[in-house]
Structure formats: C-alpha cells, structure tokens
C-alpha cells in the first residue's frame, strides 16, 4: 500500500497564532502515528512562521515513525539538519512571501550546489529527497545530484481537478505527465514520492501509479481534523488510499 506522511506544520501554524504552547506538534505526530500515518513531515523555514527549532529537535527524541524534514537549501537549515538527522530530508524552494511552497526545485539549474549539500546530508546517514515538478530533466538531474527519492509536486494536479473536475482533459493530462514522469524516477532508480494540494478526493488518479511509495499530505488532513478529530482525518485518508488502490487492482489499471 502506498504510504501515508502527515505534514503536521499547521498545528504550529494554530500554536504561532497565539504564541502560545500548544497546540502541541508532539502530541500531533502521536495522534497521527496512533492512527497509522508512516511518517511525519515538518517544513523547518527560513522565517519560521510555524515550525521551529525545538519542534524539530522534540520530534526527533519521540516520534515512533520517520521523520521528513522539508527544508530549502540553505546553509543554516542544513547546518540543523545534519545535528538533528532526521531520517528524510526533502529539499524544497522557499520564498518569503508565499502562503504555501508554489512549485518544484530548479536542481537541473544549480546541480553542483544541490550534490555538495545532498553528500553531506547523505554523509550523516539521512536519505534525501528533491520535491520536483513532473519534468524529466528535473529527474534526471535529481539522479546525477545522488538523491534518493523524488517528491513529484501536485499542486497543478490539484488545482485542475478543483477547477476543471476530475473527467477534464487538463486535469487527465496533467495525471498522464505525472504518470510517465513517476516511470522515469524509478527506472532511474529514485523511490518516488508525491505531494502538494493531494486531498480526500483528489488522489484517486494518483493512486494508480503502481511504483509510488508515498503521499505527503498536510493541509487537507489538517482541515479536516477540526471536525473529525486528527486521529480520524489521518484514518479517513489512509482508507481513502486503501480503497483506490484496491479498486485500481480489481479493474487491472495497476
Ligand atoms: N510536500 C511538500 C514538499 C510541501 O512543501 C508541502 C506543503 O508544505 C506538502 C507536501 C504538503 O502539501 P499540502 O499541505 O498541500 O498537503
């Protein structure tokens, strides 16, 4: 079954609201363990408009699962990165003045930069991913960088399902390109991950990819918790994945 992290960045999000000391992202990522989540995703920023320092060193010492911490790559996160070693690190672009991280890493575009910085965090035994647009020159340059995973971005996919629906010729395009770029990943020997915008009823296209290895998802499971509880919103996505991957078995499309 593809596997589930949670992206847990907006409890702190509610925590910083208030500058107060809860809600707290450790009790999070327990209720979300609890409820099967594989492994928890935090964005350490550069402004640290929600997760911080001790969050990220606290959920190192008691998480049970993975930890993926998604960075940009610079200097100063990275010097984090490699005290804390989580075991995932995913690099991400990052700009001041957007709400959410808005499309995949140029690493075709700065691969001698990314490779120093991805054998260092290799070095230290944590296993680094490049979130990146569905392009294959992207991949193949994730590859010549020594990553080892990508983390297809989906925040296209996303936007044209809500805008176009589901039967749509963007949005099925835009799921093919996905597809073929997900093939490429792993012929070039990346595990393949994905994320962005992926919500409860728009990953059902996605999860036919055969060779995906895990969703990240956050804001949609987050939402949902005020009313579900976040024990329930994670379950509910996990048996969403569940049951479109079984149903993508039975008719063969797999
Ligand atoms: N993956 C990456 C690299 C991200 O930057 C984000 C957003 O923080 C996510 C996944 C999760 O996106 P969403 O919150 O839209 O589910």
């Known amino acids: 079954m593809i596997k589930l992290g949670v992206n847990i ?5 509610i925590r910083q609201a208030r500058l107060e000391d809860f809600p707290s992202v450790i009790a999070a990522a327990a209720a979300c363990e609890k409820a099967g989540a594989d492994s928890i995703t935090v964005h350490l920023r550069e402004d640290r408009r929600h997760i911080q320092d001790s969050d990220v060193y606290g959920l190192k010492k008691n998480m049970r699962t993975k930890l993926n911490l998604e960075m940009a790559a610079s200097e100063e ?4 990165a490699l005290d804390v070693k989580p075991d995932f690190v995913c690099l991400v672009p990052e700009k001041r003045l957007e709400l959410t991280t808005e499309g995949g890493l140029d690493v075709a575009g700065q691969k001698k930069k990314l490779a120093a910085i991805t054998e260092r965090l290799k070095k ?5 991913s490049m979130f990146i647009d569905a392009d294959a020159a992207q ?4 590859r010549a960088v020594n ?12 936007k044209y399902f809500k805008e176009y629906g589901a039967e749509s010729k963007k949005f099925l395009d835009e799921a093919g390109r996905i597809r073929k770029v ?10 393949l991950n994905a994320g962005h915008g992926l919500d409860y009823d728009n990953i059902g296209q ?6 995906m290895n895990e969703f990240n998802i956050g804001f949609a499971i987050i939402a949902r918790a005020v009313f579900a509880g976040l024990e329930n919103a994670v379950r509910e996505m996990k048996e969403a994945i569940a049951k479109r991957q079984a149903n993508a078995a039975t008719s063969g499309f797999a």
């Not at 991949?139 to 994730?142: D, G, Q």
């Not at 990508?150 to 996303?158: D, I």
């Open 9 to 13: 960045d907006h409890v702190a999000t």
């Open 206 to 211: 996605i999860c036919l990819i055969p060779q």
């Open 77 to 80: 996160i990275v010097k984090i």
């Open 124 to 128: 230290a035994g944590i296993v680094v």
């Open 182 to 191: 997900s093939e490429l990943a792993v012929k070039n020997g990346l595990i």
């Open 147 to 158: 990553a080892d995973c990508v983390e297809l971005h989906t925040g296209n996919y996303a």
């Open 139 to 142: 991949v193949e340059a994730s």
